[in-house]
């Protein structure tokens, strides 16, 4: 393959990816506490041919805004902490989503029922009880502190991975700590950071280069159609 053809086409490949997350952010936008997804690319010579890639994707950890639900088991966080939940196969993972709700049971868990965990572990309340979040995280039942929320932070947020739900996982480089004065908002939740309409300029964008990319593999393609035929004539 020649280098104009390999380029274009590497080119083409990371705008597919550049739109691909676009779009999942865009899809996302109402969902409470979700992150959008961050993209960065570069240009790499490997084997004398130079080709766009991937570099890395990024959670984009800033906050969205704080709304009022009025309902009293939900939370956001004021600051850069994020709540425990209990993901698959009992693995811990970490959401800014604080529109908590009470099972069947009276365990306390998100809306895709992952558990919601506590500084002693999973939360169980009654279900006809007064409930009442407090703003450093304590859960009261009928005044009385019963358990209090699990809130953590990361010394280095730009390692942190997309979970899935509105969460994400931390490997060992993103350096979780323990929250230690953690300040929450009752009967509030945080919306999504995306913005559409910055997300549509990016879309524009991406599709732009996405068509360069297209064209100029449609003209490398066209040249060595060309020089074939003048080889062979």
Same mark, same amino acid.
């Given at each position: 393959m020649s280098a104009g @053809?390999?380029?274009s086409l590497s080119g083409a @490949?990371?705008?597919i990816d550049h739109v691909e997350s676009i779009a999942n952010n865009v899809a996302n936008s109402d969902t409470t506490g979700f992150k959008r997804h961050q993209i960065r690319f570069d240009t790499v010579l490997g084997a004398a041919l130079p080709f766009a890639r991937t570099a890395e994707t990024r959670v984009d950890t800033? *906050? /969205?805004? $704080?709304? @009022?639900? /009025? #309902? *009293?088991?939900?939370? $956001?966080?004021d600051g850069r902490g994020f709540f425990v939940v209990e993901g698959e196969n009992g693995q811990e993972v970490y959401t800014r989503r604080g529109d908590f709700r009470l099972t069947a049971t009276g365990e306390l868990t @998100? *809306?895709?029922g992952q558990p919601v965990l506590g500084t002693a572990g999973r939360i169980t309340l009654p279900q006809d009880a007064d409930v009442a979040l407090g703003s450093d995280g304590s859960v009261a039942v009928n005044g009385t502190i019963v358990a209090r929320l699990r809130i953590v932070e990361f010394d280095s947020p730009e390692f942190l991975e997309k979970a899935g739900d509105s969460t994400v996982r931390a490997p060992a480089e993103a350096g979780l700590q323990e929250s230690e004065n953690p300040r929450i908002a009752p009967g509030f939740v945080e919306t999504s950071n995306v913005s559409l309409s910055a997300e549509l300029v990016n879309l524009i964008l991406a599709q732009r280069s996405f068509e360069a990319s297209? #064209? $100029?593999l449609r003209i490398n393609d066209e040249l060595t159609q060309t020089l074939i035929r003048e080889a062979q004539s």
């Open positions: @053809l390999y380029t @490949l990371a705008n800033s *906050p /969205g805004t $704080s709304r @009022l639900s /009025g #309902n *009293p088991l939900h939370a $956001s966080i @998100l *809306p895709n297209m #064209n $100029s």
